[in-house]
């Protein structure tokens, strides 16, 4: 299964390297990454394969919400399947 | 990989636009549970719904979290409970207790199916059940009431139209001393349909499978946002574009949400009800979708149709995107639990004769409005009456959901809290109509054809 973390926030140093590392710390394998500026703010998507996560996918969730609060950063993580349903045919 | 901006554009609906699954409702059947013993009859139903119903609410818990989609409402709609009564005999709020019991066991916020369909007559069972409505809803908290008194193909039973008028009375009046609640919980239908998930009006039709579930979707807010984005000069035949995209998205995700939870329950999946389904939060509001097209208030002249068209093409983006679509399907507009109809009820724009009409073109009908205390038995009937002469003629669901505030009159408010919201007490007609609706009898059923 995949999931999709978008980020979002100010730009600053280290944002991708720090949820990469979250991303490894929880055994998530990052498969393709996107970021771009839009309106001064940082955004970025990644995609992950959560097969192999060291913990439930839900406390996976959780962790990386928190993490971002603590960054000051807006991080959802979703399952891959509701963003194809929803804008593919 | 997905496109970033469509990865945004869902995050912003469910963040910013209060995007959500409204409900998913499980149709459990209780005809295995008729036994000519009314204790026997209620020990089988509890045995019955606390089994199959038992992960129900866990499920979508867990859907929630993984996919990120709040689900508001788990629900549960069983077989009209007058069948049974029909069996065992006895007192019907038994019957409701049992339901209750069930509701608290495995954590749902609704019970549907304390029902009667009497469209063309009463059978055994029927009559005792309606009777005892009011006393059922104001000894439960969970369990809702509803009752079918007209068809297109049977007419409209006026025996029922006249009792049911009384009953709602009687039901705000034994829940005075908690916001008239008891008549929120009471739906009276013309057409009902059997497979609706949505309350108070759910039951379990007997036509559908043992168990099965519907998913209702929802998301005014979503809609409200893309039209809020479009200019001014947009022709209303590119803004029903807009809404055909914006529901299709909506009711992806909502048939993504159902085959999954059947799936994890082992149960059949139902329908997707597309239905855009308001709530008190301020945004996501039905009224202000019509308002964004270009009235100032809802209940301006051109709201109804706004309103049409919004329904249509609601129902024609959300068809492509579901294998299966039932249940009511369309714009619900609950003055109580729309913050744009409210602000339109106070500023007295929003007039019962303008829902009226409203409810010739969008699902269900008179929903949730608040009426003063003072109003007779016999204008509620008569409501009642006018608004099942829509549906029947109209071969479209209607219904009627009226709350007297027992004690207030109009500039009075009740307050229901949560997903029911508040209602101001309207001002409506209270000519008296009693001779008409004390005639009784049965209005027959509207020719099928000459259509004009």
Not at chain 2, 156 to 174: P, T
Request: with cysteine.
């Amino acid at each position: 299964m995949r999931a999709v973390i978008s980020v979002v926030g100010k730009d600053g140093v280290g944002i991708l390297a720090n949820v990469s590392n979250k991303c490894a710390e929880a055994k998530a394998n990052v498969v393709d990454v996107s970021q771009t500026i839009m309106d001064d703010m940082f955004v970025m998507i990644m995609l992950v394969e959560v097969d192999q996560l060291a913990t439930e996918f839900t406390m996976f969730v959780d962790d990386m919400e928190a993490f971002g609060k603590s960054k000051g950063l807006d991080i959802h993580v979703m399952h891959e399947d509701i963003f194809k349903s929803m804008h593919t045919i | 990989m997905i496109n970033v901006d469509n990865i945004l554009e869902t995050i912003k609906m469910i963040n910013e636009e209060d995007l959500d699954v409204r409900t998913i409702t499980m149709g459990i059947s209780l005809l295995d549970c008729a036994d000519a013993d009314i204790d026997k009859s209620c020990e089988k139903i509890y045995n019955k719904i606390t089994t199959k119903a038992k992960n129900l609410v866990a499920v979508g818990e867990q859907i929630e979290k993984e996919y990120g989609i709040p689900i508001i409402n788990k629900r549960i709609s069983v077989t009209p409970i007058s069948m049974l009564v029909a069996v065992s005999g006895g007192d019907p709020v038994k019957y409701a207790h049992v339901l209750e019991k069930c509701a608290q066991a495995v954590g749902v916020n609704f019970i549907g199916g304390y029902s009667a369909l009497v469209q063309k007559g009463c059978a055994a069972g029927d009559r005792e059940l309606m009777e005892s409505i009011p006393r059922a809803l104001a000894e439960t908290e969970h369990v809702c009431a509803s009752v079918n008194i007209g068809s297109t193909k049977a007419g409209i039973n006026m025996n029922a139209v006249e009792l049911m008028g009384r009953k709602i009375v009687e039901a705000s009046e034994l829940t005075k001393d908690r916001q008239c609640i008891g008549a929120a919980k009471l739906v009276v239908f013309c057409n009902a349909p059997e497979d609706n998930p949505f309350m108070a009006g759910a039951f379990h039709g007997v036509g559908e499978p043992d168990v099965v579930l519907h998913v209702g979707v929802s998301g005014p807010g979503v809609v409200r946002a893309a039209l809020a984005k479009a200019p001014k000069d947009l022709p209303m035949d590119e803004i029903a574009d807009l809404i055909k995209k914006t529901a299709f998205k909506i009711t992806r995700m909502g048939q993504m949400v159902g085959n999954l939870a059947s799936e994890r329950l082992g149960v059949p999946f139902g329908i997707v009800d597309l239905s855009l389904a308001p709530t008190p939060a301020v945004g996501d509001s039905v009224a202000y979708i019509l308002e964004e097209m270009g009235l100032d208030v809802c209940g301006a002249y051109g709201t109804t149709a706004c309103l049409a068209m919004l329904n249509d093409a609601v129902k024609k983006g959300g068809v492509m995107a579901s294998s299966s679509v039932g249940g009511l399907s369309g714009a619900f507009i609950p003055v109580s639990e729309d913050a744009g109809m409210i602000e339109a009820t106070r500023k007295g724009v929003l007039t019962l004769e303008k829902l009226e009409a409203m409810t010739a073109v969008c699902s269900v009908g008179l929903d949730m409005i608040v009426v003063p205390g003072y109003t007779s038995a016999s204008v509620i009937s008569g409501i009642i009456a006018d608004e099942a002469a829509i549906g029947m003629v109209n071969s479209k669901t209607t219904a009627v959901r009226l709350i007297p505030a027992i004690g207030k009159d109009v500039g009075d408010e009740l307050e229901f809290g949560g997903l029911l919201g508040s209602g101001p007490v309207m001002k409506i007609n209270q000519t008296d109509c009693s001779v008409m609706i004390n005639r009784k009898g049965k209005i027959p059923a509207p020719l099928q054809s000459l259509k004009n």
